[in-house]
């Protein structure tokens, strides 16, 4: 091959060389084509990203015409993405009026709160039940993870840290059906955790709880971790429920 066409306008330079004929060749039209998975996951990945950042609230309406113009994706892949967000709870459907971002119920919001402690709880028991130690060591090093990313100015970052960490204490307690219902607890953690950052913006305080619980786990004191669950999960629940509650009474 010859050398590499320079001074493209289109930005394509790497991707156009030439043929021993001379003839400029260009082998971008040969990459696969982009999958219906993979633009479906797309749309998906968007949604997310503007319920994090705010750009989307809890109980806003989903304008199926803007996605699928502003994300060059069809209608039925925008569809298909949005029943999936439904089915995990991110978003409501709700009759003759399309697909709504879930809202945040005081009373569901500390009952879901509740039935994390449960879970965590089960799962934390699994990874010190681990007589090997490879579980424990496993979730060590999402802590570290968490730990350098926790700390980024980026909100998205600092909240994909949070879903991270928490996900991969399920993941190192090595259960099937936790791993299952994964989604349905992502969903609601992703709207509380937008809402939370964007009304309190303490990441300090943040970190200190999770590193209590960190400390909590590594210390094998079941008593000492239901404790540092409860300050983590149920009282920030409680905390975040006096501002929601007072968020609707001004309206």
Not at 100 to 111: D, F, G, H, K
Not at 201 to 218: E, N, Q
Request: with cysteine.
């Amino acid at each position: 091959m010859g050398a590499v066409a320079e001074g493209n306008e289109s930005g394509r330079g790497d991707e156009v060389e030439r043929n021993r004929t001379g003839r400029a060749v260009d082998y971008s039209s040969a990459r696969p084509p982009v999958s219906n998975t993979e633009r479906r996951q797309r749309v998906i990945d968007e949604i997310k990203r503007r319920i994090v950042l705010g750009e989307l609230t809890p109980g806003q309406r989903i304008i199926e015409a803007e996605l699928t113009s502003s994300l060059e994706v069809s209608r039925p892949t925008a569809r298909e993405a949005l029943n999936q967000m439904a089915r995990d709870g991110f978003l409501i459907q709700e009759a003759y009026r399309g697909l709504r971002v879930a809202n945040i119920e005081v009373e569901s919001l500390l009952e879901i709160a509740r039935v994390r402690v449960a879970l965590d709880t089960e799962a934390i028991d699994e990874i010190l039940d681990d007589a090997s130690g490879e579980r424990l060591a496993r979730l060590e090093e999402i802590w570290k993870r968490f730990e350098s990313e926790s700390s980024a100015a980026d909100p998205l970052a600092v909240h994909g840290a949070h879903i991270r960490f928490h996900r991969g204490i399920w993941e190192a307690a090595d259960n099937y059906l936790l791993m299952r219902i994964w989604p349905v607890v992502e969903a609601q953690m992703t709207i509380v955790l937008a809402y939370d950052q964007f009304t309190r913006r303490d990441s300090g305080r943040a970190h200190a709880i999770h590193a209590a619980l960190m400390c909590a786990i590594r210390s094998g004191d079941r008593a000492r971790i239901r404790t540092a669950l409860d300050v983590h999960t149920m009282d920030s629940a409680q905390e975040l429920a006096l501002l929601v509650s007072g968020s609707v009474d001004r309206h």
